[in-house]
């Protein structure tokens, strides 16, 4: 189990950010007051708008992809996400989550199970079909662990986006020994500085 929580965070920390990009100047916000801002849904409108029922993310799904999505206004944020993001996808196929190498099971009673390799994870899940939202809540070496996120669904593919800084204070909690380490401190670094990263699973569902 640990190699599975060491990759989650190092998928975060591995969106590291140029230095020179501030949070401190907002360019997406300043030139919305400009124009006095637009009537485009955000990323939460629209997910709560196509999301799907309960029963329908209920079932059996092979793991086809990752990404990094970024719900913020800063532009300068979102240009810096999408050139560190072929990195981290990179990283994260090097540690051997590729197509199909993973399985999750989501059951009608809350239940939900995920296998990699020779690893298992269980937990339950609670998800809410009014807006799309989700929680997950996992036992991993006898701790706790709970993550926000969200899903979509498009046909058979389903999308789950958990969010960033749960994942950080996920890894916190079972390694409380690395809290000195790099690969923490750029990932709190830059949560700091933007929020509304998500990481991203993508599934298939299995016929």
Same mark, same amino acid.
């Given at each position: 189990?640990?190699?599975?929580?060491?990759?989650?965070?190092?998928?975060?920390?591995?969106? /590291?950010?140029? +230095?020179?990009? $501030? &949070?401190?100047?907002?360019?997406?916000?300043?030139?919305?007051?400009? =124009?006095?801002?637009? #009537?485009?849904?955000?990323?939460?409108?629209?997910?709560?708008?196509?999301?799907?029922?309960?029963?329908?993310?209920?079932?059996?799904?092979?793991?086809?992809?990752?990404?990094?999505?970024?719900?913020?206004?800063?532009?300068?944020?979102?240009?810096?996400?999408?050139?560190?993001?072929?990195?981290?996808?990179?990283?994260?196929?090097? /540690?051997?989550? +590729?197509?199909? $190498? &993973?399985?999750?099971?989501?059951?009608?009673?809350?239940?939900?199970? =995920?296998?990699?390799? #020779?690893?298992?994870?269980?937990?339950?899940?609670?998800?809410?079909?009014?807006?799309?939202?989700?929680?997950?809540?996992?036992?991993?070496?006898?701790?706790?662990?709970?993550?926000?996120?969200?899903?979509?669904?498009?046909?058979?593919?389903?999308?789950?986006?958990?969010?960033?800084?749960?994942?950080?204070?996920?890894?916190?909690?079972?390694?409380?020994?690395?809290?000195?380490?790099?690969?923490?401190?750029?990932?709190?670094?830059?949560?700091?500085?933007?929020?509304?990263?998500?990481?991203?699973?993508?599934?298939?569902?299995?016929?």
């Amino acid at each position: 189990m640990k190699r599975l929580t060491i990759l989650m965070l190092a998928f975060v920390a591995s969106m /590291a950010l140029p +230095t020179h990009v $501030s &949070a401190q100047f907002d360019l997406g916000k300043a030139f919305k007051s400009l =124009i006095g801002g637009d #009537d485009e849904p955000t990323p939460y409108e629209l997910i709560a708008q196509n999301a799907p029922a309960a029963s329908d993310v209920v079932g059996t799904w092979v793991y086809n992809g990752a990404d990094i999505e970024y719900f913020g206004s800063n532009v300068l944020a979102d240009y810096a996400i999408s050139e560190a993001k072929s990195y981290a996808l990179s990283e994260v196929r090097k /540690a051997g989550v +590729t197509p199909g $190498s &993973a399985v999750m099971t989501i059951k009608r009673n809350g239940n939900a199970q =995920i296998k990699w390799k #020779d690893e298992t994870l269980s937990g339950k899940y609670v998800y809410d079909d009014s807006n799309g939202s989700l929680q997950i809540i996992a036992e991993i070496e006898g701790k706790q662990v709970k993550c926000d996120g969200f899903v979509r669904l498009s046909g058979d593919t389903l999308t789950v986006l958990i969010d960033a800084n749960d994942v950080v204070e996920a890894y916190k909690s079972l390694r409380p020994g690395d809290t000195d380490s790099s690969a923490l401190s750029i990932a709190e670094g830059i949560l700091d500085n933007f929020s509304q990263i998500y990481g991203a699973g993508v599934f298939v569902r299995r016929k």
